[in-house]
């Protein structure tokens, strides 16, 4: 019955690889988010999807490529994975509405880059 | 200026005593706020939401919020040292369907 799942739940690859995360959702909901938490905990928005569509790009480079193949997945490709892109990667997601967008987190996904 | 602001800490208090968790925001336009609770290495759990001014309790947990003042609070009454965590104040600004969080505030209850 987990709401908001992802995997890989660890992840240890060298600099110049290519990797990607996948979330899924069973909560219904129509948004989702990528969330990036480096080594002084700060979180911060990467990019959202409502119902497929991107919505929201932080000034992400464009090595990060989402993608969303239905409104109950969101999956984070990246390109020549850096050292600098070691941390922790959360998908999370909302509903749509008057709710005021509270978002679930997934587990996370550790990354790190060698 | 940083978006939301919080103080790191950590926040020291006693089992039972109340912790005040303070966090202020720079966009007048933010229309929603959150409180996050997150263990070390894990992910963040919503405790609390607050949309319009004055306070909002539930169970041992108040949020408060002041838009004149930009400022969120949360109290935690009889604190636990299970409730020993970083709690992290997240704001809806301007109607952007994102949060923008502050950088935590690291609460430690003694026994």
């Known amino acids: 019955d987990t709401a908001v799942s992802q995997t890989p739940k660890y992840l240890v690859t060298q600099m110049g690889n290519d990797k990607s995360i996948k979330c899924e959702q069973n909560?219904?909901?129509?948004?989702m988010y990528w969330y990036k938490q480096d080594s002084k905990k700060f979180l911060k928005i990467m990019f959202s999807?409502?119902?497929?569509?991107?919505?929201i790009n932080e000034t992400v480079p464009n090595r990060f490529s989402p993608k969303s193949p239905d409104k109950a997945h969101l999956n984070l490709h990246i390109n020549s994975l850096e050292l600098g892109d070691s941390a922790v990667y959360f998908c999370?997601?909302?509903?749509?509405?008057?709710?005021?967008?509270?978002?679930?987190f997934g587990p996370g996904t550790r990354l790190t880059v060698t | 200026q940083k978006e939301v602001e919080q103080n790191s800490g950590p926040l020291s208090v006693p089992e039972g005593a109340i912790a005040s968790l303070n966090c202020t925001y720079s966009?007048?336009?933010?229309?929603?706020f959150f409180w996050y609770r997150q263990y070390s290495g894990k992910s963040p759990e919503l405790i609390m939401s607050?949309?319009?001014?004055g306070d909002k309790e539930d169970g041992r947990f108040t949020a408060q919020l002041n838009k004149a003042s930009q400022y969120v609070s949360l109290l935690i009454r009889d604190s636990q040292p299970s409730d020993s965590a970083t709690y992290l104040c997240?704001?809806?600004?301007?109607?952007?369907?994102?949060?923008?969080f502050g950088t935590g505030t690291r609460l430690l209850v003694s026994p």
């Open positions: 999370a997601s909302s509903p749509t509405g008057t709710s005021g967008y509270e978002q679930y």
């Open positions: 909560l219904g909901h129509d948004t």
């Open positions: 999807y409502n119902n497929k569509e991107l919505i």
């Open positions: 966009d007048r336009g933010s229309q929603s």
């Open positions: 607050i949309y319009s001014n």
């Open positions: 997240a704001v809806t600004p301007g109607g952007f369907q994102k949060l923008v």
